[in-house]
């Protein structure tokens, strides 16, 4: 018997025979001088070959699970990128072959995305590798994939799985999925949540040191596997199953209930999002509005920015499916490390602390103007609220609102309406935010914690870097002071705050933001009946803050919240 431990992607568990994947890698070599027709009618053959095979996966799951036909659509919008298909022809004509000019441009892109601060846009990266290999998978006539001849039960173990991977898996023969990477934005973690598999990532070598048939268990709950499993663990798990089961069927139960606890304090559960695809997610795990929409992906993948009729009809879609439901919009948060082809942003030697968000906005005005029409626009005949990034001086945040102000005049020169009383909100993020809390607090309706990127200011560290990331964790109690501090400041104003990040959904704290008075959590969708479900269970302590603030480490508030 032997535990290892890695990344809990998908809570749940499962026990069975190991199926381990190992596809097929490519190793491209550069041909030079090749006749450049020919590899364009090729390149043109394998693009167009590609599209029908998605498109023949989105029709076969259109009925199934939607989250596989929203990554079907999105994975053709990438290959019908003219930017993309721009690189890999300039390169076919500089006398490459195919196939070298198509695994060359992915990976310059595959870097790009991988270089980004933002965790959901680095595991985008996956989205361009699995791409990739499609065309070329088009392009040298090979469209195996093992996967699809799976036919008894197995807990699946790979390096990563592609999205078309887990397209084409058999979900009821899959009992539970091991990777080596990923994390919890993954696709494999997404996949597997929507479709209720146990998942555990991030395990290093594991394809290198388990064997087909192997019995393992896999408990994604805490994020640890069991290779060689004794008789009394694998009868421990059967019972913690049939529990889970159980917990399935009380928290869909939950759907229409309040969130609140047992003595009554109520609070606003909210989700994340960041398309209109992402909505149905959020209405049917009950979401109770948007606390975060992420409008940097109507940026992406195009070669201008999105008009302001364009971004009016995604708001207003939005606004609309939700009903009379809040939405927060948060402005567009790009950085100097994401290099969108048409936003001018230079190289920095530290674009985490550089040109990015609202700083980089605030120099674009043509830009930001145009979203906050949009926004404005949108507001009219729905629940929308505009939020802006990464504040951190009072000056920034009175330019940043003359900008809505400028908006709403040119909109009233245009008799277009709008809620002349949108609610304005800034994000926390940063130390400095933290300590200036108290004067913004006096101009905005509302502060939304964005609780990962204060973790990474507040104690100055890489949250991707693995050599350091023990110090990135949301028990510091620095955290928790800048928090307190937060709260206090924003209640002494009357207005509200929330927290969205991975420590909104961390269950351990859960109890802290109760008794600090957070009004409003966001989270993703999937988690909502299970947080909903605990705080239901309990109930709020006013002093469990103030006693959190004494200690003085991250063991000790663990310790003390356990």
């Known amino acids: 018997m032997k535990e290892l431990f890695g990344i809990n992607a998908s809570s749940g568990y499962g026990i069975g025979p190991v199926y381990c994947y190992k596809p097929n890698e490519y190793n491209i070599d550069q041909r030079n001088n ?51 298909k721009e690189s890999i022809i300039n390169k076919i004509e500089l006398g490459n072959n195919a196939e070298w000019a198509v695994d060359e441009t992915v990976k310059e892109y595959i870097d790009i995305f991988k270089n980004m601060d933002n965790e959901y846009f680095k595991e985008r990266a996956l989205d361009l590798q699995d791409i990739g290999k499609r065309i070329l998978d088009n392009l040298m006539g090979n469209t195996e994939n093992s996967l699809t001849e799976i036919n008894d039960n197995i ?18 023969k899959v009992m539970g999925i091991v990777t080596e990477t990923g994390g919890k934005t993954s696709h494999t973690a997404i996949i597997a949540r929507t479709l209720g598999i146990p998942a555990v990532t991030g395990i290093e070598k594991i394809t290198d040191i388990i064997d087909d048939n192997q019995e393992i268990i896999i408990d994604g709950t805490i994020g640890k596997i069991i290779l060689e499993p004794k008789k009394q663990q694998i009868e421990e798990y059967n019972k913690l199953i049939d529990e889970r089961k159980a917990e399935l069927v009380q928290e869909k139960s939950l759907i229409g209930c309040s969130t609140q606890t047992e003595d009554g304090y109520k609070i606003k559960l909210y989700c994340n999002i960041a398309s209109v695809d992402d909505i149905q997610e959020v209405l049917t795990n009950d979401g109770e509005g948007i606390g975060l929409f992420r409008t940097e992906f109507l940026y992406m993948n195009r070669i201008k920015p999105p008009s302001e009729d364009e971004q009016y009809k ?38 985490f602390l550089g040109n990015r968000a609202i700083r980089y906005c605030l120099q674009e005005q043509k ?16 629940n929308i609220k505009v939020m802006f990034p990464m504040i951190t001086s009072y000056n920034e945040l009175i330019q940043a609102m003359s900008f809505l102000e400028k908006a709403k005049k040119e909109l009233e020169t245009r008799n277009i309406r709008y809620n002349k009383g949108i609610k304005i909100g800034i994000m926390i993020e940063t130390p400095a935010a933290v300590f200036n809390s108290n004067h913004l607090a006096k101009e905005v309706d509302f502060f939304s914690i964005g609780s990962n990127d204060l973790i990474q200011y ?73 947080i909903r479900k605990y705080i239901r269970q309990i109930s709020r302590d006013k002093t469990l803050i103030n006693k959190a603030i004494e200690l003085k480490n991250k063991d000790e508030i663990i310790k003390f919240l356990s």
Do not use: F
């Not at 809040?326 to 490390?337: H, K």
């Open 155 to 172: 807990i699946l173990v790979a390096r990563e799985l592609t999205p078309s991977d887990t397209l084409t898996m058999d979900k009821n």
């Open 34 to 84: 090749v006749d450049t027709s020919y590899e364009k009618l090729k390149i043109e053959k394998a693009i167009k070959n590609s599209i029908e095979q998605l498109q023949n996966l989105k029709l076969k799951h259109i009925d199934n699970i939607e989250d596989k036909a929203d990554i079907i659509t999105a994975h053709i919008s990438m290959i019908e990128d003219p930017d993309l």
């Open 314 to 351: 995604v708001y207003n879609k939005i606004g609309n499916m939700l009903e009379g439901k809040e939405v927060i919009i948060r402005t567009l948060d790009v950085g100097g490390d994401k290099e969108i082809s048409y936003i001018n942003i230079e190289k920095e030697l530290n674009p």
């Open 367 to 382: 830009l930001l103007l145009t979203q906050l029409k949009a926004i404005l626009r949108a507001s009219a005949d729905t």
């Open 458 to 530: 507040t104690c100055a560290v890489d949250r991707m870097n693995t050599k350091i990331s023990y110090l990135y964790t949301p028990y510091n109690p620095a955290i928790i002071k800048s928090i307190k501090m937060v709260v206090d400041n924003a209640h002494r104003e009357g207005i509200e705050v929330s927290i969205c990040g991975e420590a909104a959904s961390d269950e351990t704290l859960l109890p802290l933001w109760i008794s600090l008075g957070i009004d409003e959590l966001s989270v993703v969708s999937k988690d909502v009946l299970s």
